[in-house]
Nanobody
Framework: QVQLVESGGGLVQAGGSLRLSCAAS????????MAWFREAPGKDREFVAA???????YYADSVKGRFTISRDNANNLAYLQMNNLKPEDTALYYC?????????????????WGQGTQVTVFS
């Protein structure tokens, strides 16, 4: 079991940056794939980025080169650094975790979710 709490969302002008954090409680954080998803009003929840236990990283094409996912296993934290933000990045961002051996880019691949943190980008 793991509980996730996101923080770091906010209101930012296009071109700006934000860093989201995901604090995990529970044991064996190292064993979990960590991922970020986002959900905009009227749209399905979509994959943003994921990081394996060995820190292999994966990104949606829409954020590649702008977002960076990372993890701090010693402190049970995952991060999403978001640079050059665009209005289309506006969404509720969720942290997700699952003990799995391979990448999952669909929400069904993750059992553990945070409550979400809002990111709003204005032009």
């Amino acid at each position: 079991q793991v509980q996730l709490v996101e923080s770091g969302g906010g209101l930012v002008q296009a071109g700006g940056s934000l860093r989201l954090s995901c604090a995990a409680s529970g044991r064996s954080f190292y064993d979990y794939y960590m991922a970020w998803f986002r959900e905009a009003p009227g749209k399905d929840r979509e994959f943003v980025a994921a990081i394996s236990r060995n820190s292999n990283t994966y990104y949606a094409d829409s954020v590649k080169g702008r977002f960076t996912i990372s993890r701090d296993n010693a402190n049970n934290l995952a991060y999403l650094q978001m640079n050059n933000l665009k209005p289309e990045d506006t969404a509720l961002y969720y942290c997700a975790a699952e003990r799995r051996e391979s990448l999952a880019t669909r929400p069904i691949g993750y059992d553990y979710w945070g409550q979400g943190t809002q990111v709003t980008v204005f032009s």
